[in-house]
T-cell receptor
Framework: AQTVTQSQPEMSVQEAETVTLSCTYD???????LFWYKQPPSRQMILVIR??????QNATENRFSVNFQKAAKSFSLKISDSQLGDTAMYFC???????????FGTGTRLKVLA | NAGVTQTPKFQVLKTGQSMTLQCAQD?????MSWYRQDPGMGLRLIHY???????DQGEVPNGYNVSRSTTEDFPLRLLSAAPSQTSVYFC??????????????FGSGTRLTVV
């Protein structure tokens, strides 16, 4: 069975600094996708970034980038130039291609300090 | 374009009561699903549907029923509410042919409290 582990329940970062959120996963599948979702206090789940397992290149979306280490089964999220609006819960998620099912991690609560 | 709409946003039920959480999307998405979010446990899949008339169970289906009579709607029914069903419920959808590969569009959630 697939599992997703986020080992940092809470983190904080100063505004304008860089922070990295960790995520590890376990799977025997070869074709899968990984995601980071942001959940601000409004409760809305927002897709931040997506990585295809067969692509070696790390995904980037503006200030958000990932470090995807397939052999180590690691998928960390780096937030550069942190902003107060980045304060949220961040969830790492895994899906095998074509399965329609996500496995979510337990989340990391990030607080950006002014 | 409203996206995924969930109603109600908040609900308090008494143990044993039944209710239906509504979910509607106007994006012609084939795939719809229900997740529950509990503290320290992330989101867990309850039921999902890959199209009208087709539903299947997820990780935690007990105590919940679903049906999919139209592409747009995917209601979640609690048959006899229990305190263990106190949670935040999310409906999510994704476009035809993509399954879960490209990420979901989520509704804003329903906070349900069972007393």
């Amino acid at each position: 069975a697939q599992t997703v582990t986020q080992s940092q329940p809470e983190m904080s970062v100063q505004e304008a600094e860089t922070v990295t959120l960790s995520c590890t996963y376990d799977t025997s599948e070869s074709n899968y996708y990984l995601f980071w979702y942001k959940q601000p206090p409004s409760r809305q789940m927002i897709l931040v970034i997506r990585q295809e397992a067969y692509k070696q290149q790390n995904a980037t979306e503006n200030r958000f980038s990932v470090n995807f280490q397939k052999a180590a089964k690691s998928f960390s999220l780096k937030i550069s130039d942190s902003q107060l609006g980045d304060t949220a819960m961040y969830f790492c998620a895994f899906t095998s291609s074509g399965t329609y099912k996500y496995i979510f991690g337990t989340g990391t609560r990030l607080k950006v300090l002014a | 374009n409203a996206g995924v709409t969930q109603t109600p946003k908040f609900q308090v039920l008494k143990t044993g009561q039944s209710m239906t959480l509504q979910c509607a999307q106007d994006m012609n998405h084939e795939y719809m699903s229900w997740y529950r979010q509990d503290p320290g446990m992330g989101l867990r899949l309850i039921h999902y549907s890959v199209g009208a008339g087709i539903t299947d169970q997820g990780e935690v289906p007990n105590g919940y029923n679903v049906s999919r009579s139209t592409t747009e709607d995917f209601p979640l029914r609690l048959l006899s509410a229990a305190p263990s069903q106190t949670s935040v419920y999310f409906c999510a959808s994704s476009p035809p042919g993509t399954g879960s590969n490209y990420g979901y569009t989520f509704g804003s959630g329903t906070r349900l409290t069972v007393v």
